[in-house]
């Protein structure tokens, strides 16, 4: 089925590894997103890209860094991980405003 | 900075009751609204959304969702909930034009943990 994907489903890490979370989407949208989900306080905005060549901080940047690769794929890439970042991230794609977001099947972090 | 409130964070039905959630937001611009569910375990799907129009809008699974612009509210209701809807449901709103650069950002509540007991 088409739709957005995401690579590794699960991850452990120790404080101060790095890493990168991989997401790619078949659908030929224009817009894609790393969001991440913490118990009690929804999702929050690391990073977007509105086009393909543009990327942009969110709400919580600070520890990230991304790579829009081409409009397929949007990376996400920890350069240091810290207790902090042990969340479940989500990407997602869109087209338009008028159609929401289609997302991924979400990354389990944990940093120990 | 628009924000999402989404005032009931747990909540426990028998099967067949009926459901509203709650859901405000707090941004007099033009906005599109949406609910998402997140079934354990699993990513967030679409429920269903607001543009214009009708504001009582139907979704997948016999959810609805009246828009009152008014109140600014958007809350989701179904009138006999089942123990498959057992999930975390999540407002959201986009304000047009909310991002630098482009693309459309989702303002998400922090969710409803929804358990429904046979």
């Known amino acids: 089925n088409a739709g957005v994907t995401q690579t590794p489903k699960f991850q452990v890490l120790k404080t101060g590894q790095s890493m990168t979370l991989q997401c790619a989407q078949d659908m030929n949208h224009n817009s894609m997103y790393w969001y991440r989900q913490d118990p009690g306080m929804g999702l929050r905005l690391i990073y977007y890209?509105?086009?393909?060549?543009?990327?942009d901080k969110g709400e919580v940047p600070n520890g990230y860094n991304v790579s829009r690769l081409n409009k397929r794929e949007f990376s996400l890439r920890l350069e240091s991980a810290a207790p902090s970042q042990t969340s479940v991230y989500f990407c997602a794609s869109s087209e338009a405003e008028f159609y929401g977001y289609t997302f991924g099947s979400g990354t389990r972090l944990t940093v120990v | 900075a628009q924000s999402v409130s989404q005032h009931n964070h747990h909540v426990i039905l028998s099967e067949a009751a009926s459901l509203e959630l709650g859901c405000n937001y707090s941004y007099g611009g033009t906005v599109n609204l949406f609910w998402y569910v997140q079934y354990p375990g699993q990513h967030l799907q679409l429920l269903l959304k607001?543009?214009?129009?009708?504001?009582l809008v139907k979704g997948i699974k016999g959810f609805e969702a009246e828009f009152i612009k008014s109140k600014f509210s958007f809350n989701l209701r179904k009138p006999s909930v089942q123990w498959s809807d057992t999930a975390e449901y999540f407002c959201a709103v986009n304000v047009l034009g909310g991002l630098t650069g482009g693309g459309n950002k989702l303002t998400f509540g922090t969710g409803t943990q929804l358990k429904v007991e046979l």
């Open positions: 890209s509105a086009s393909e060549g543009t990327t």
């Open positions: 607001y543009f214009s129009g009708d504001p």
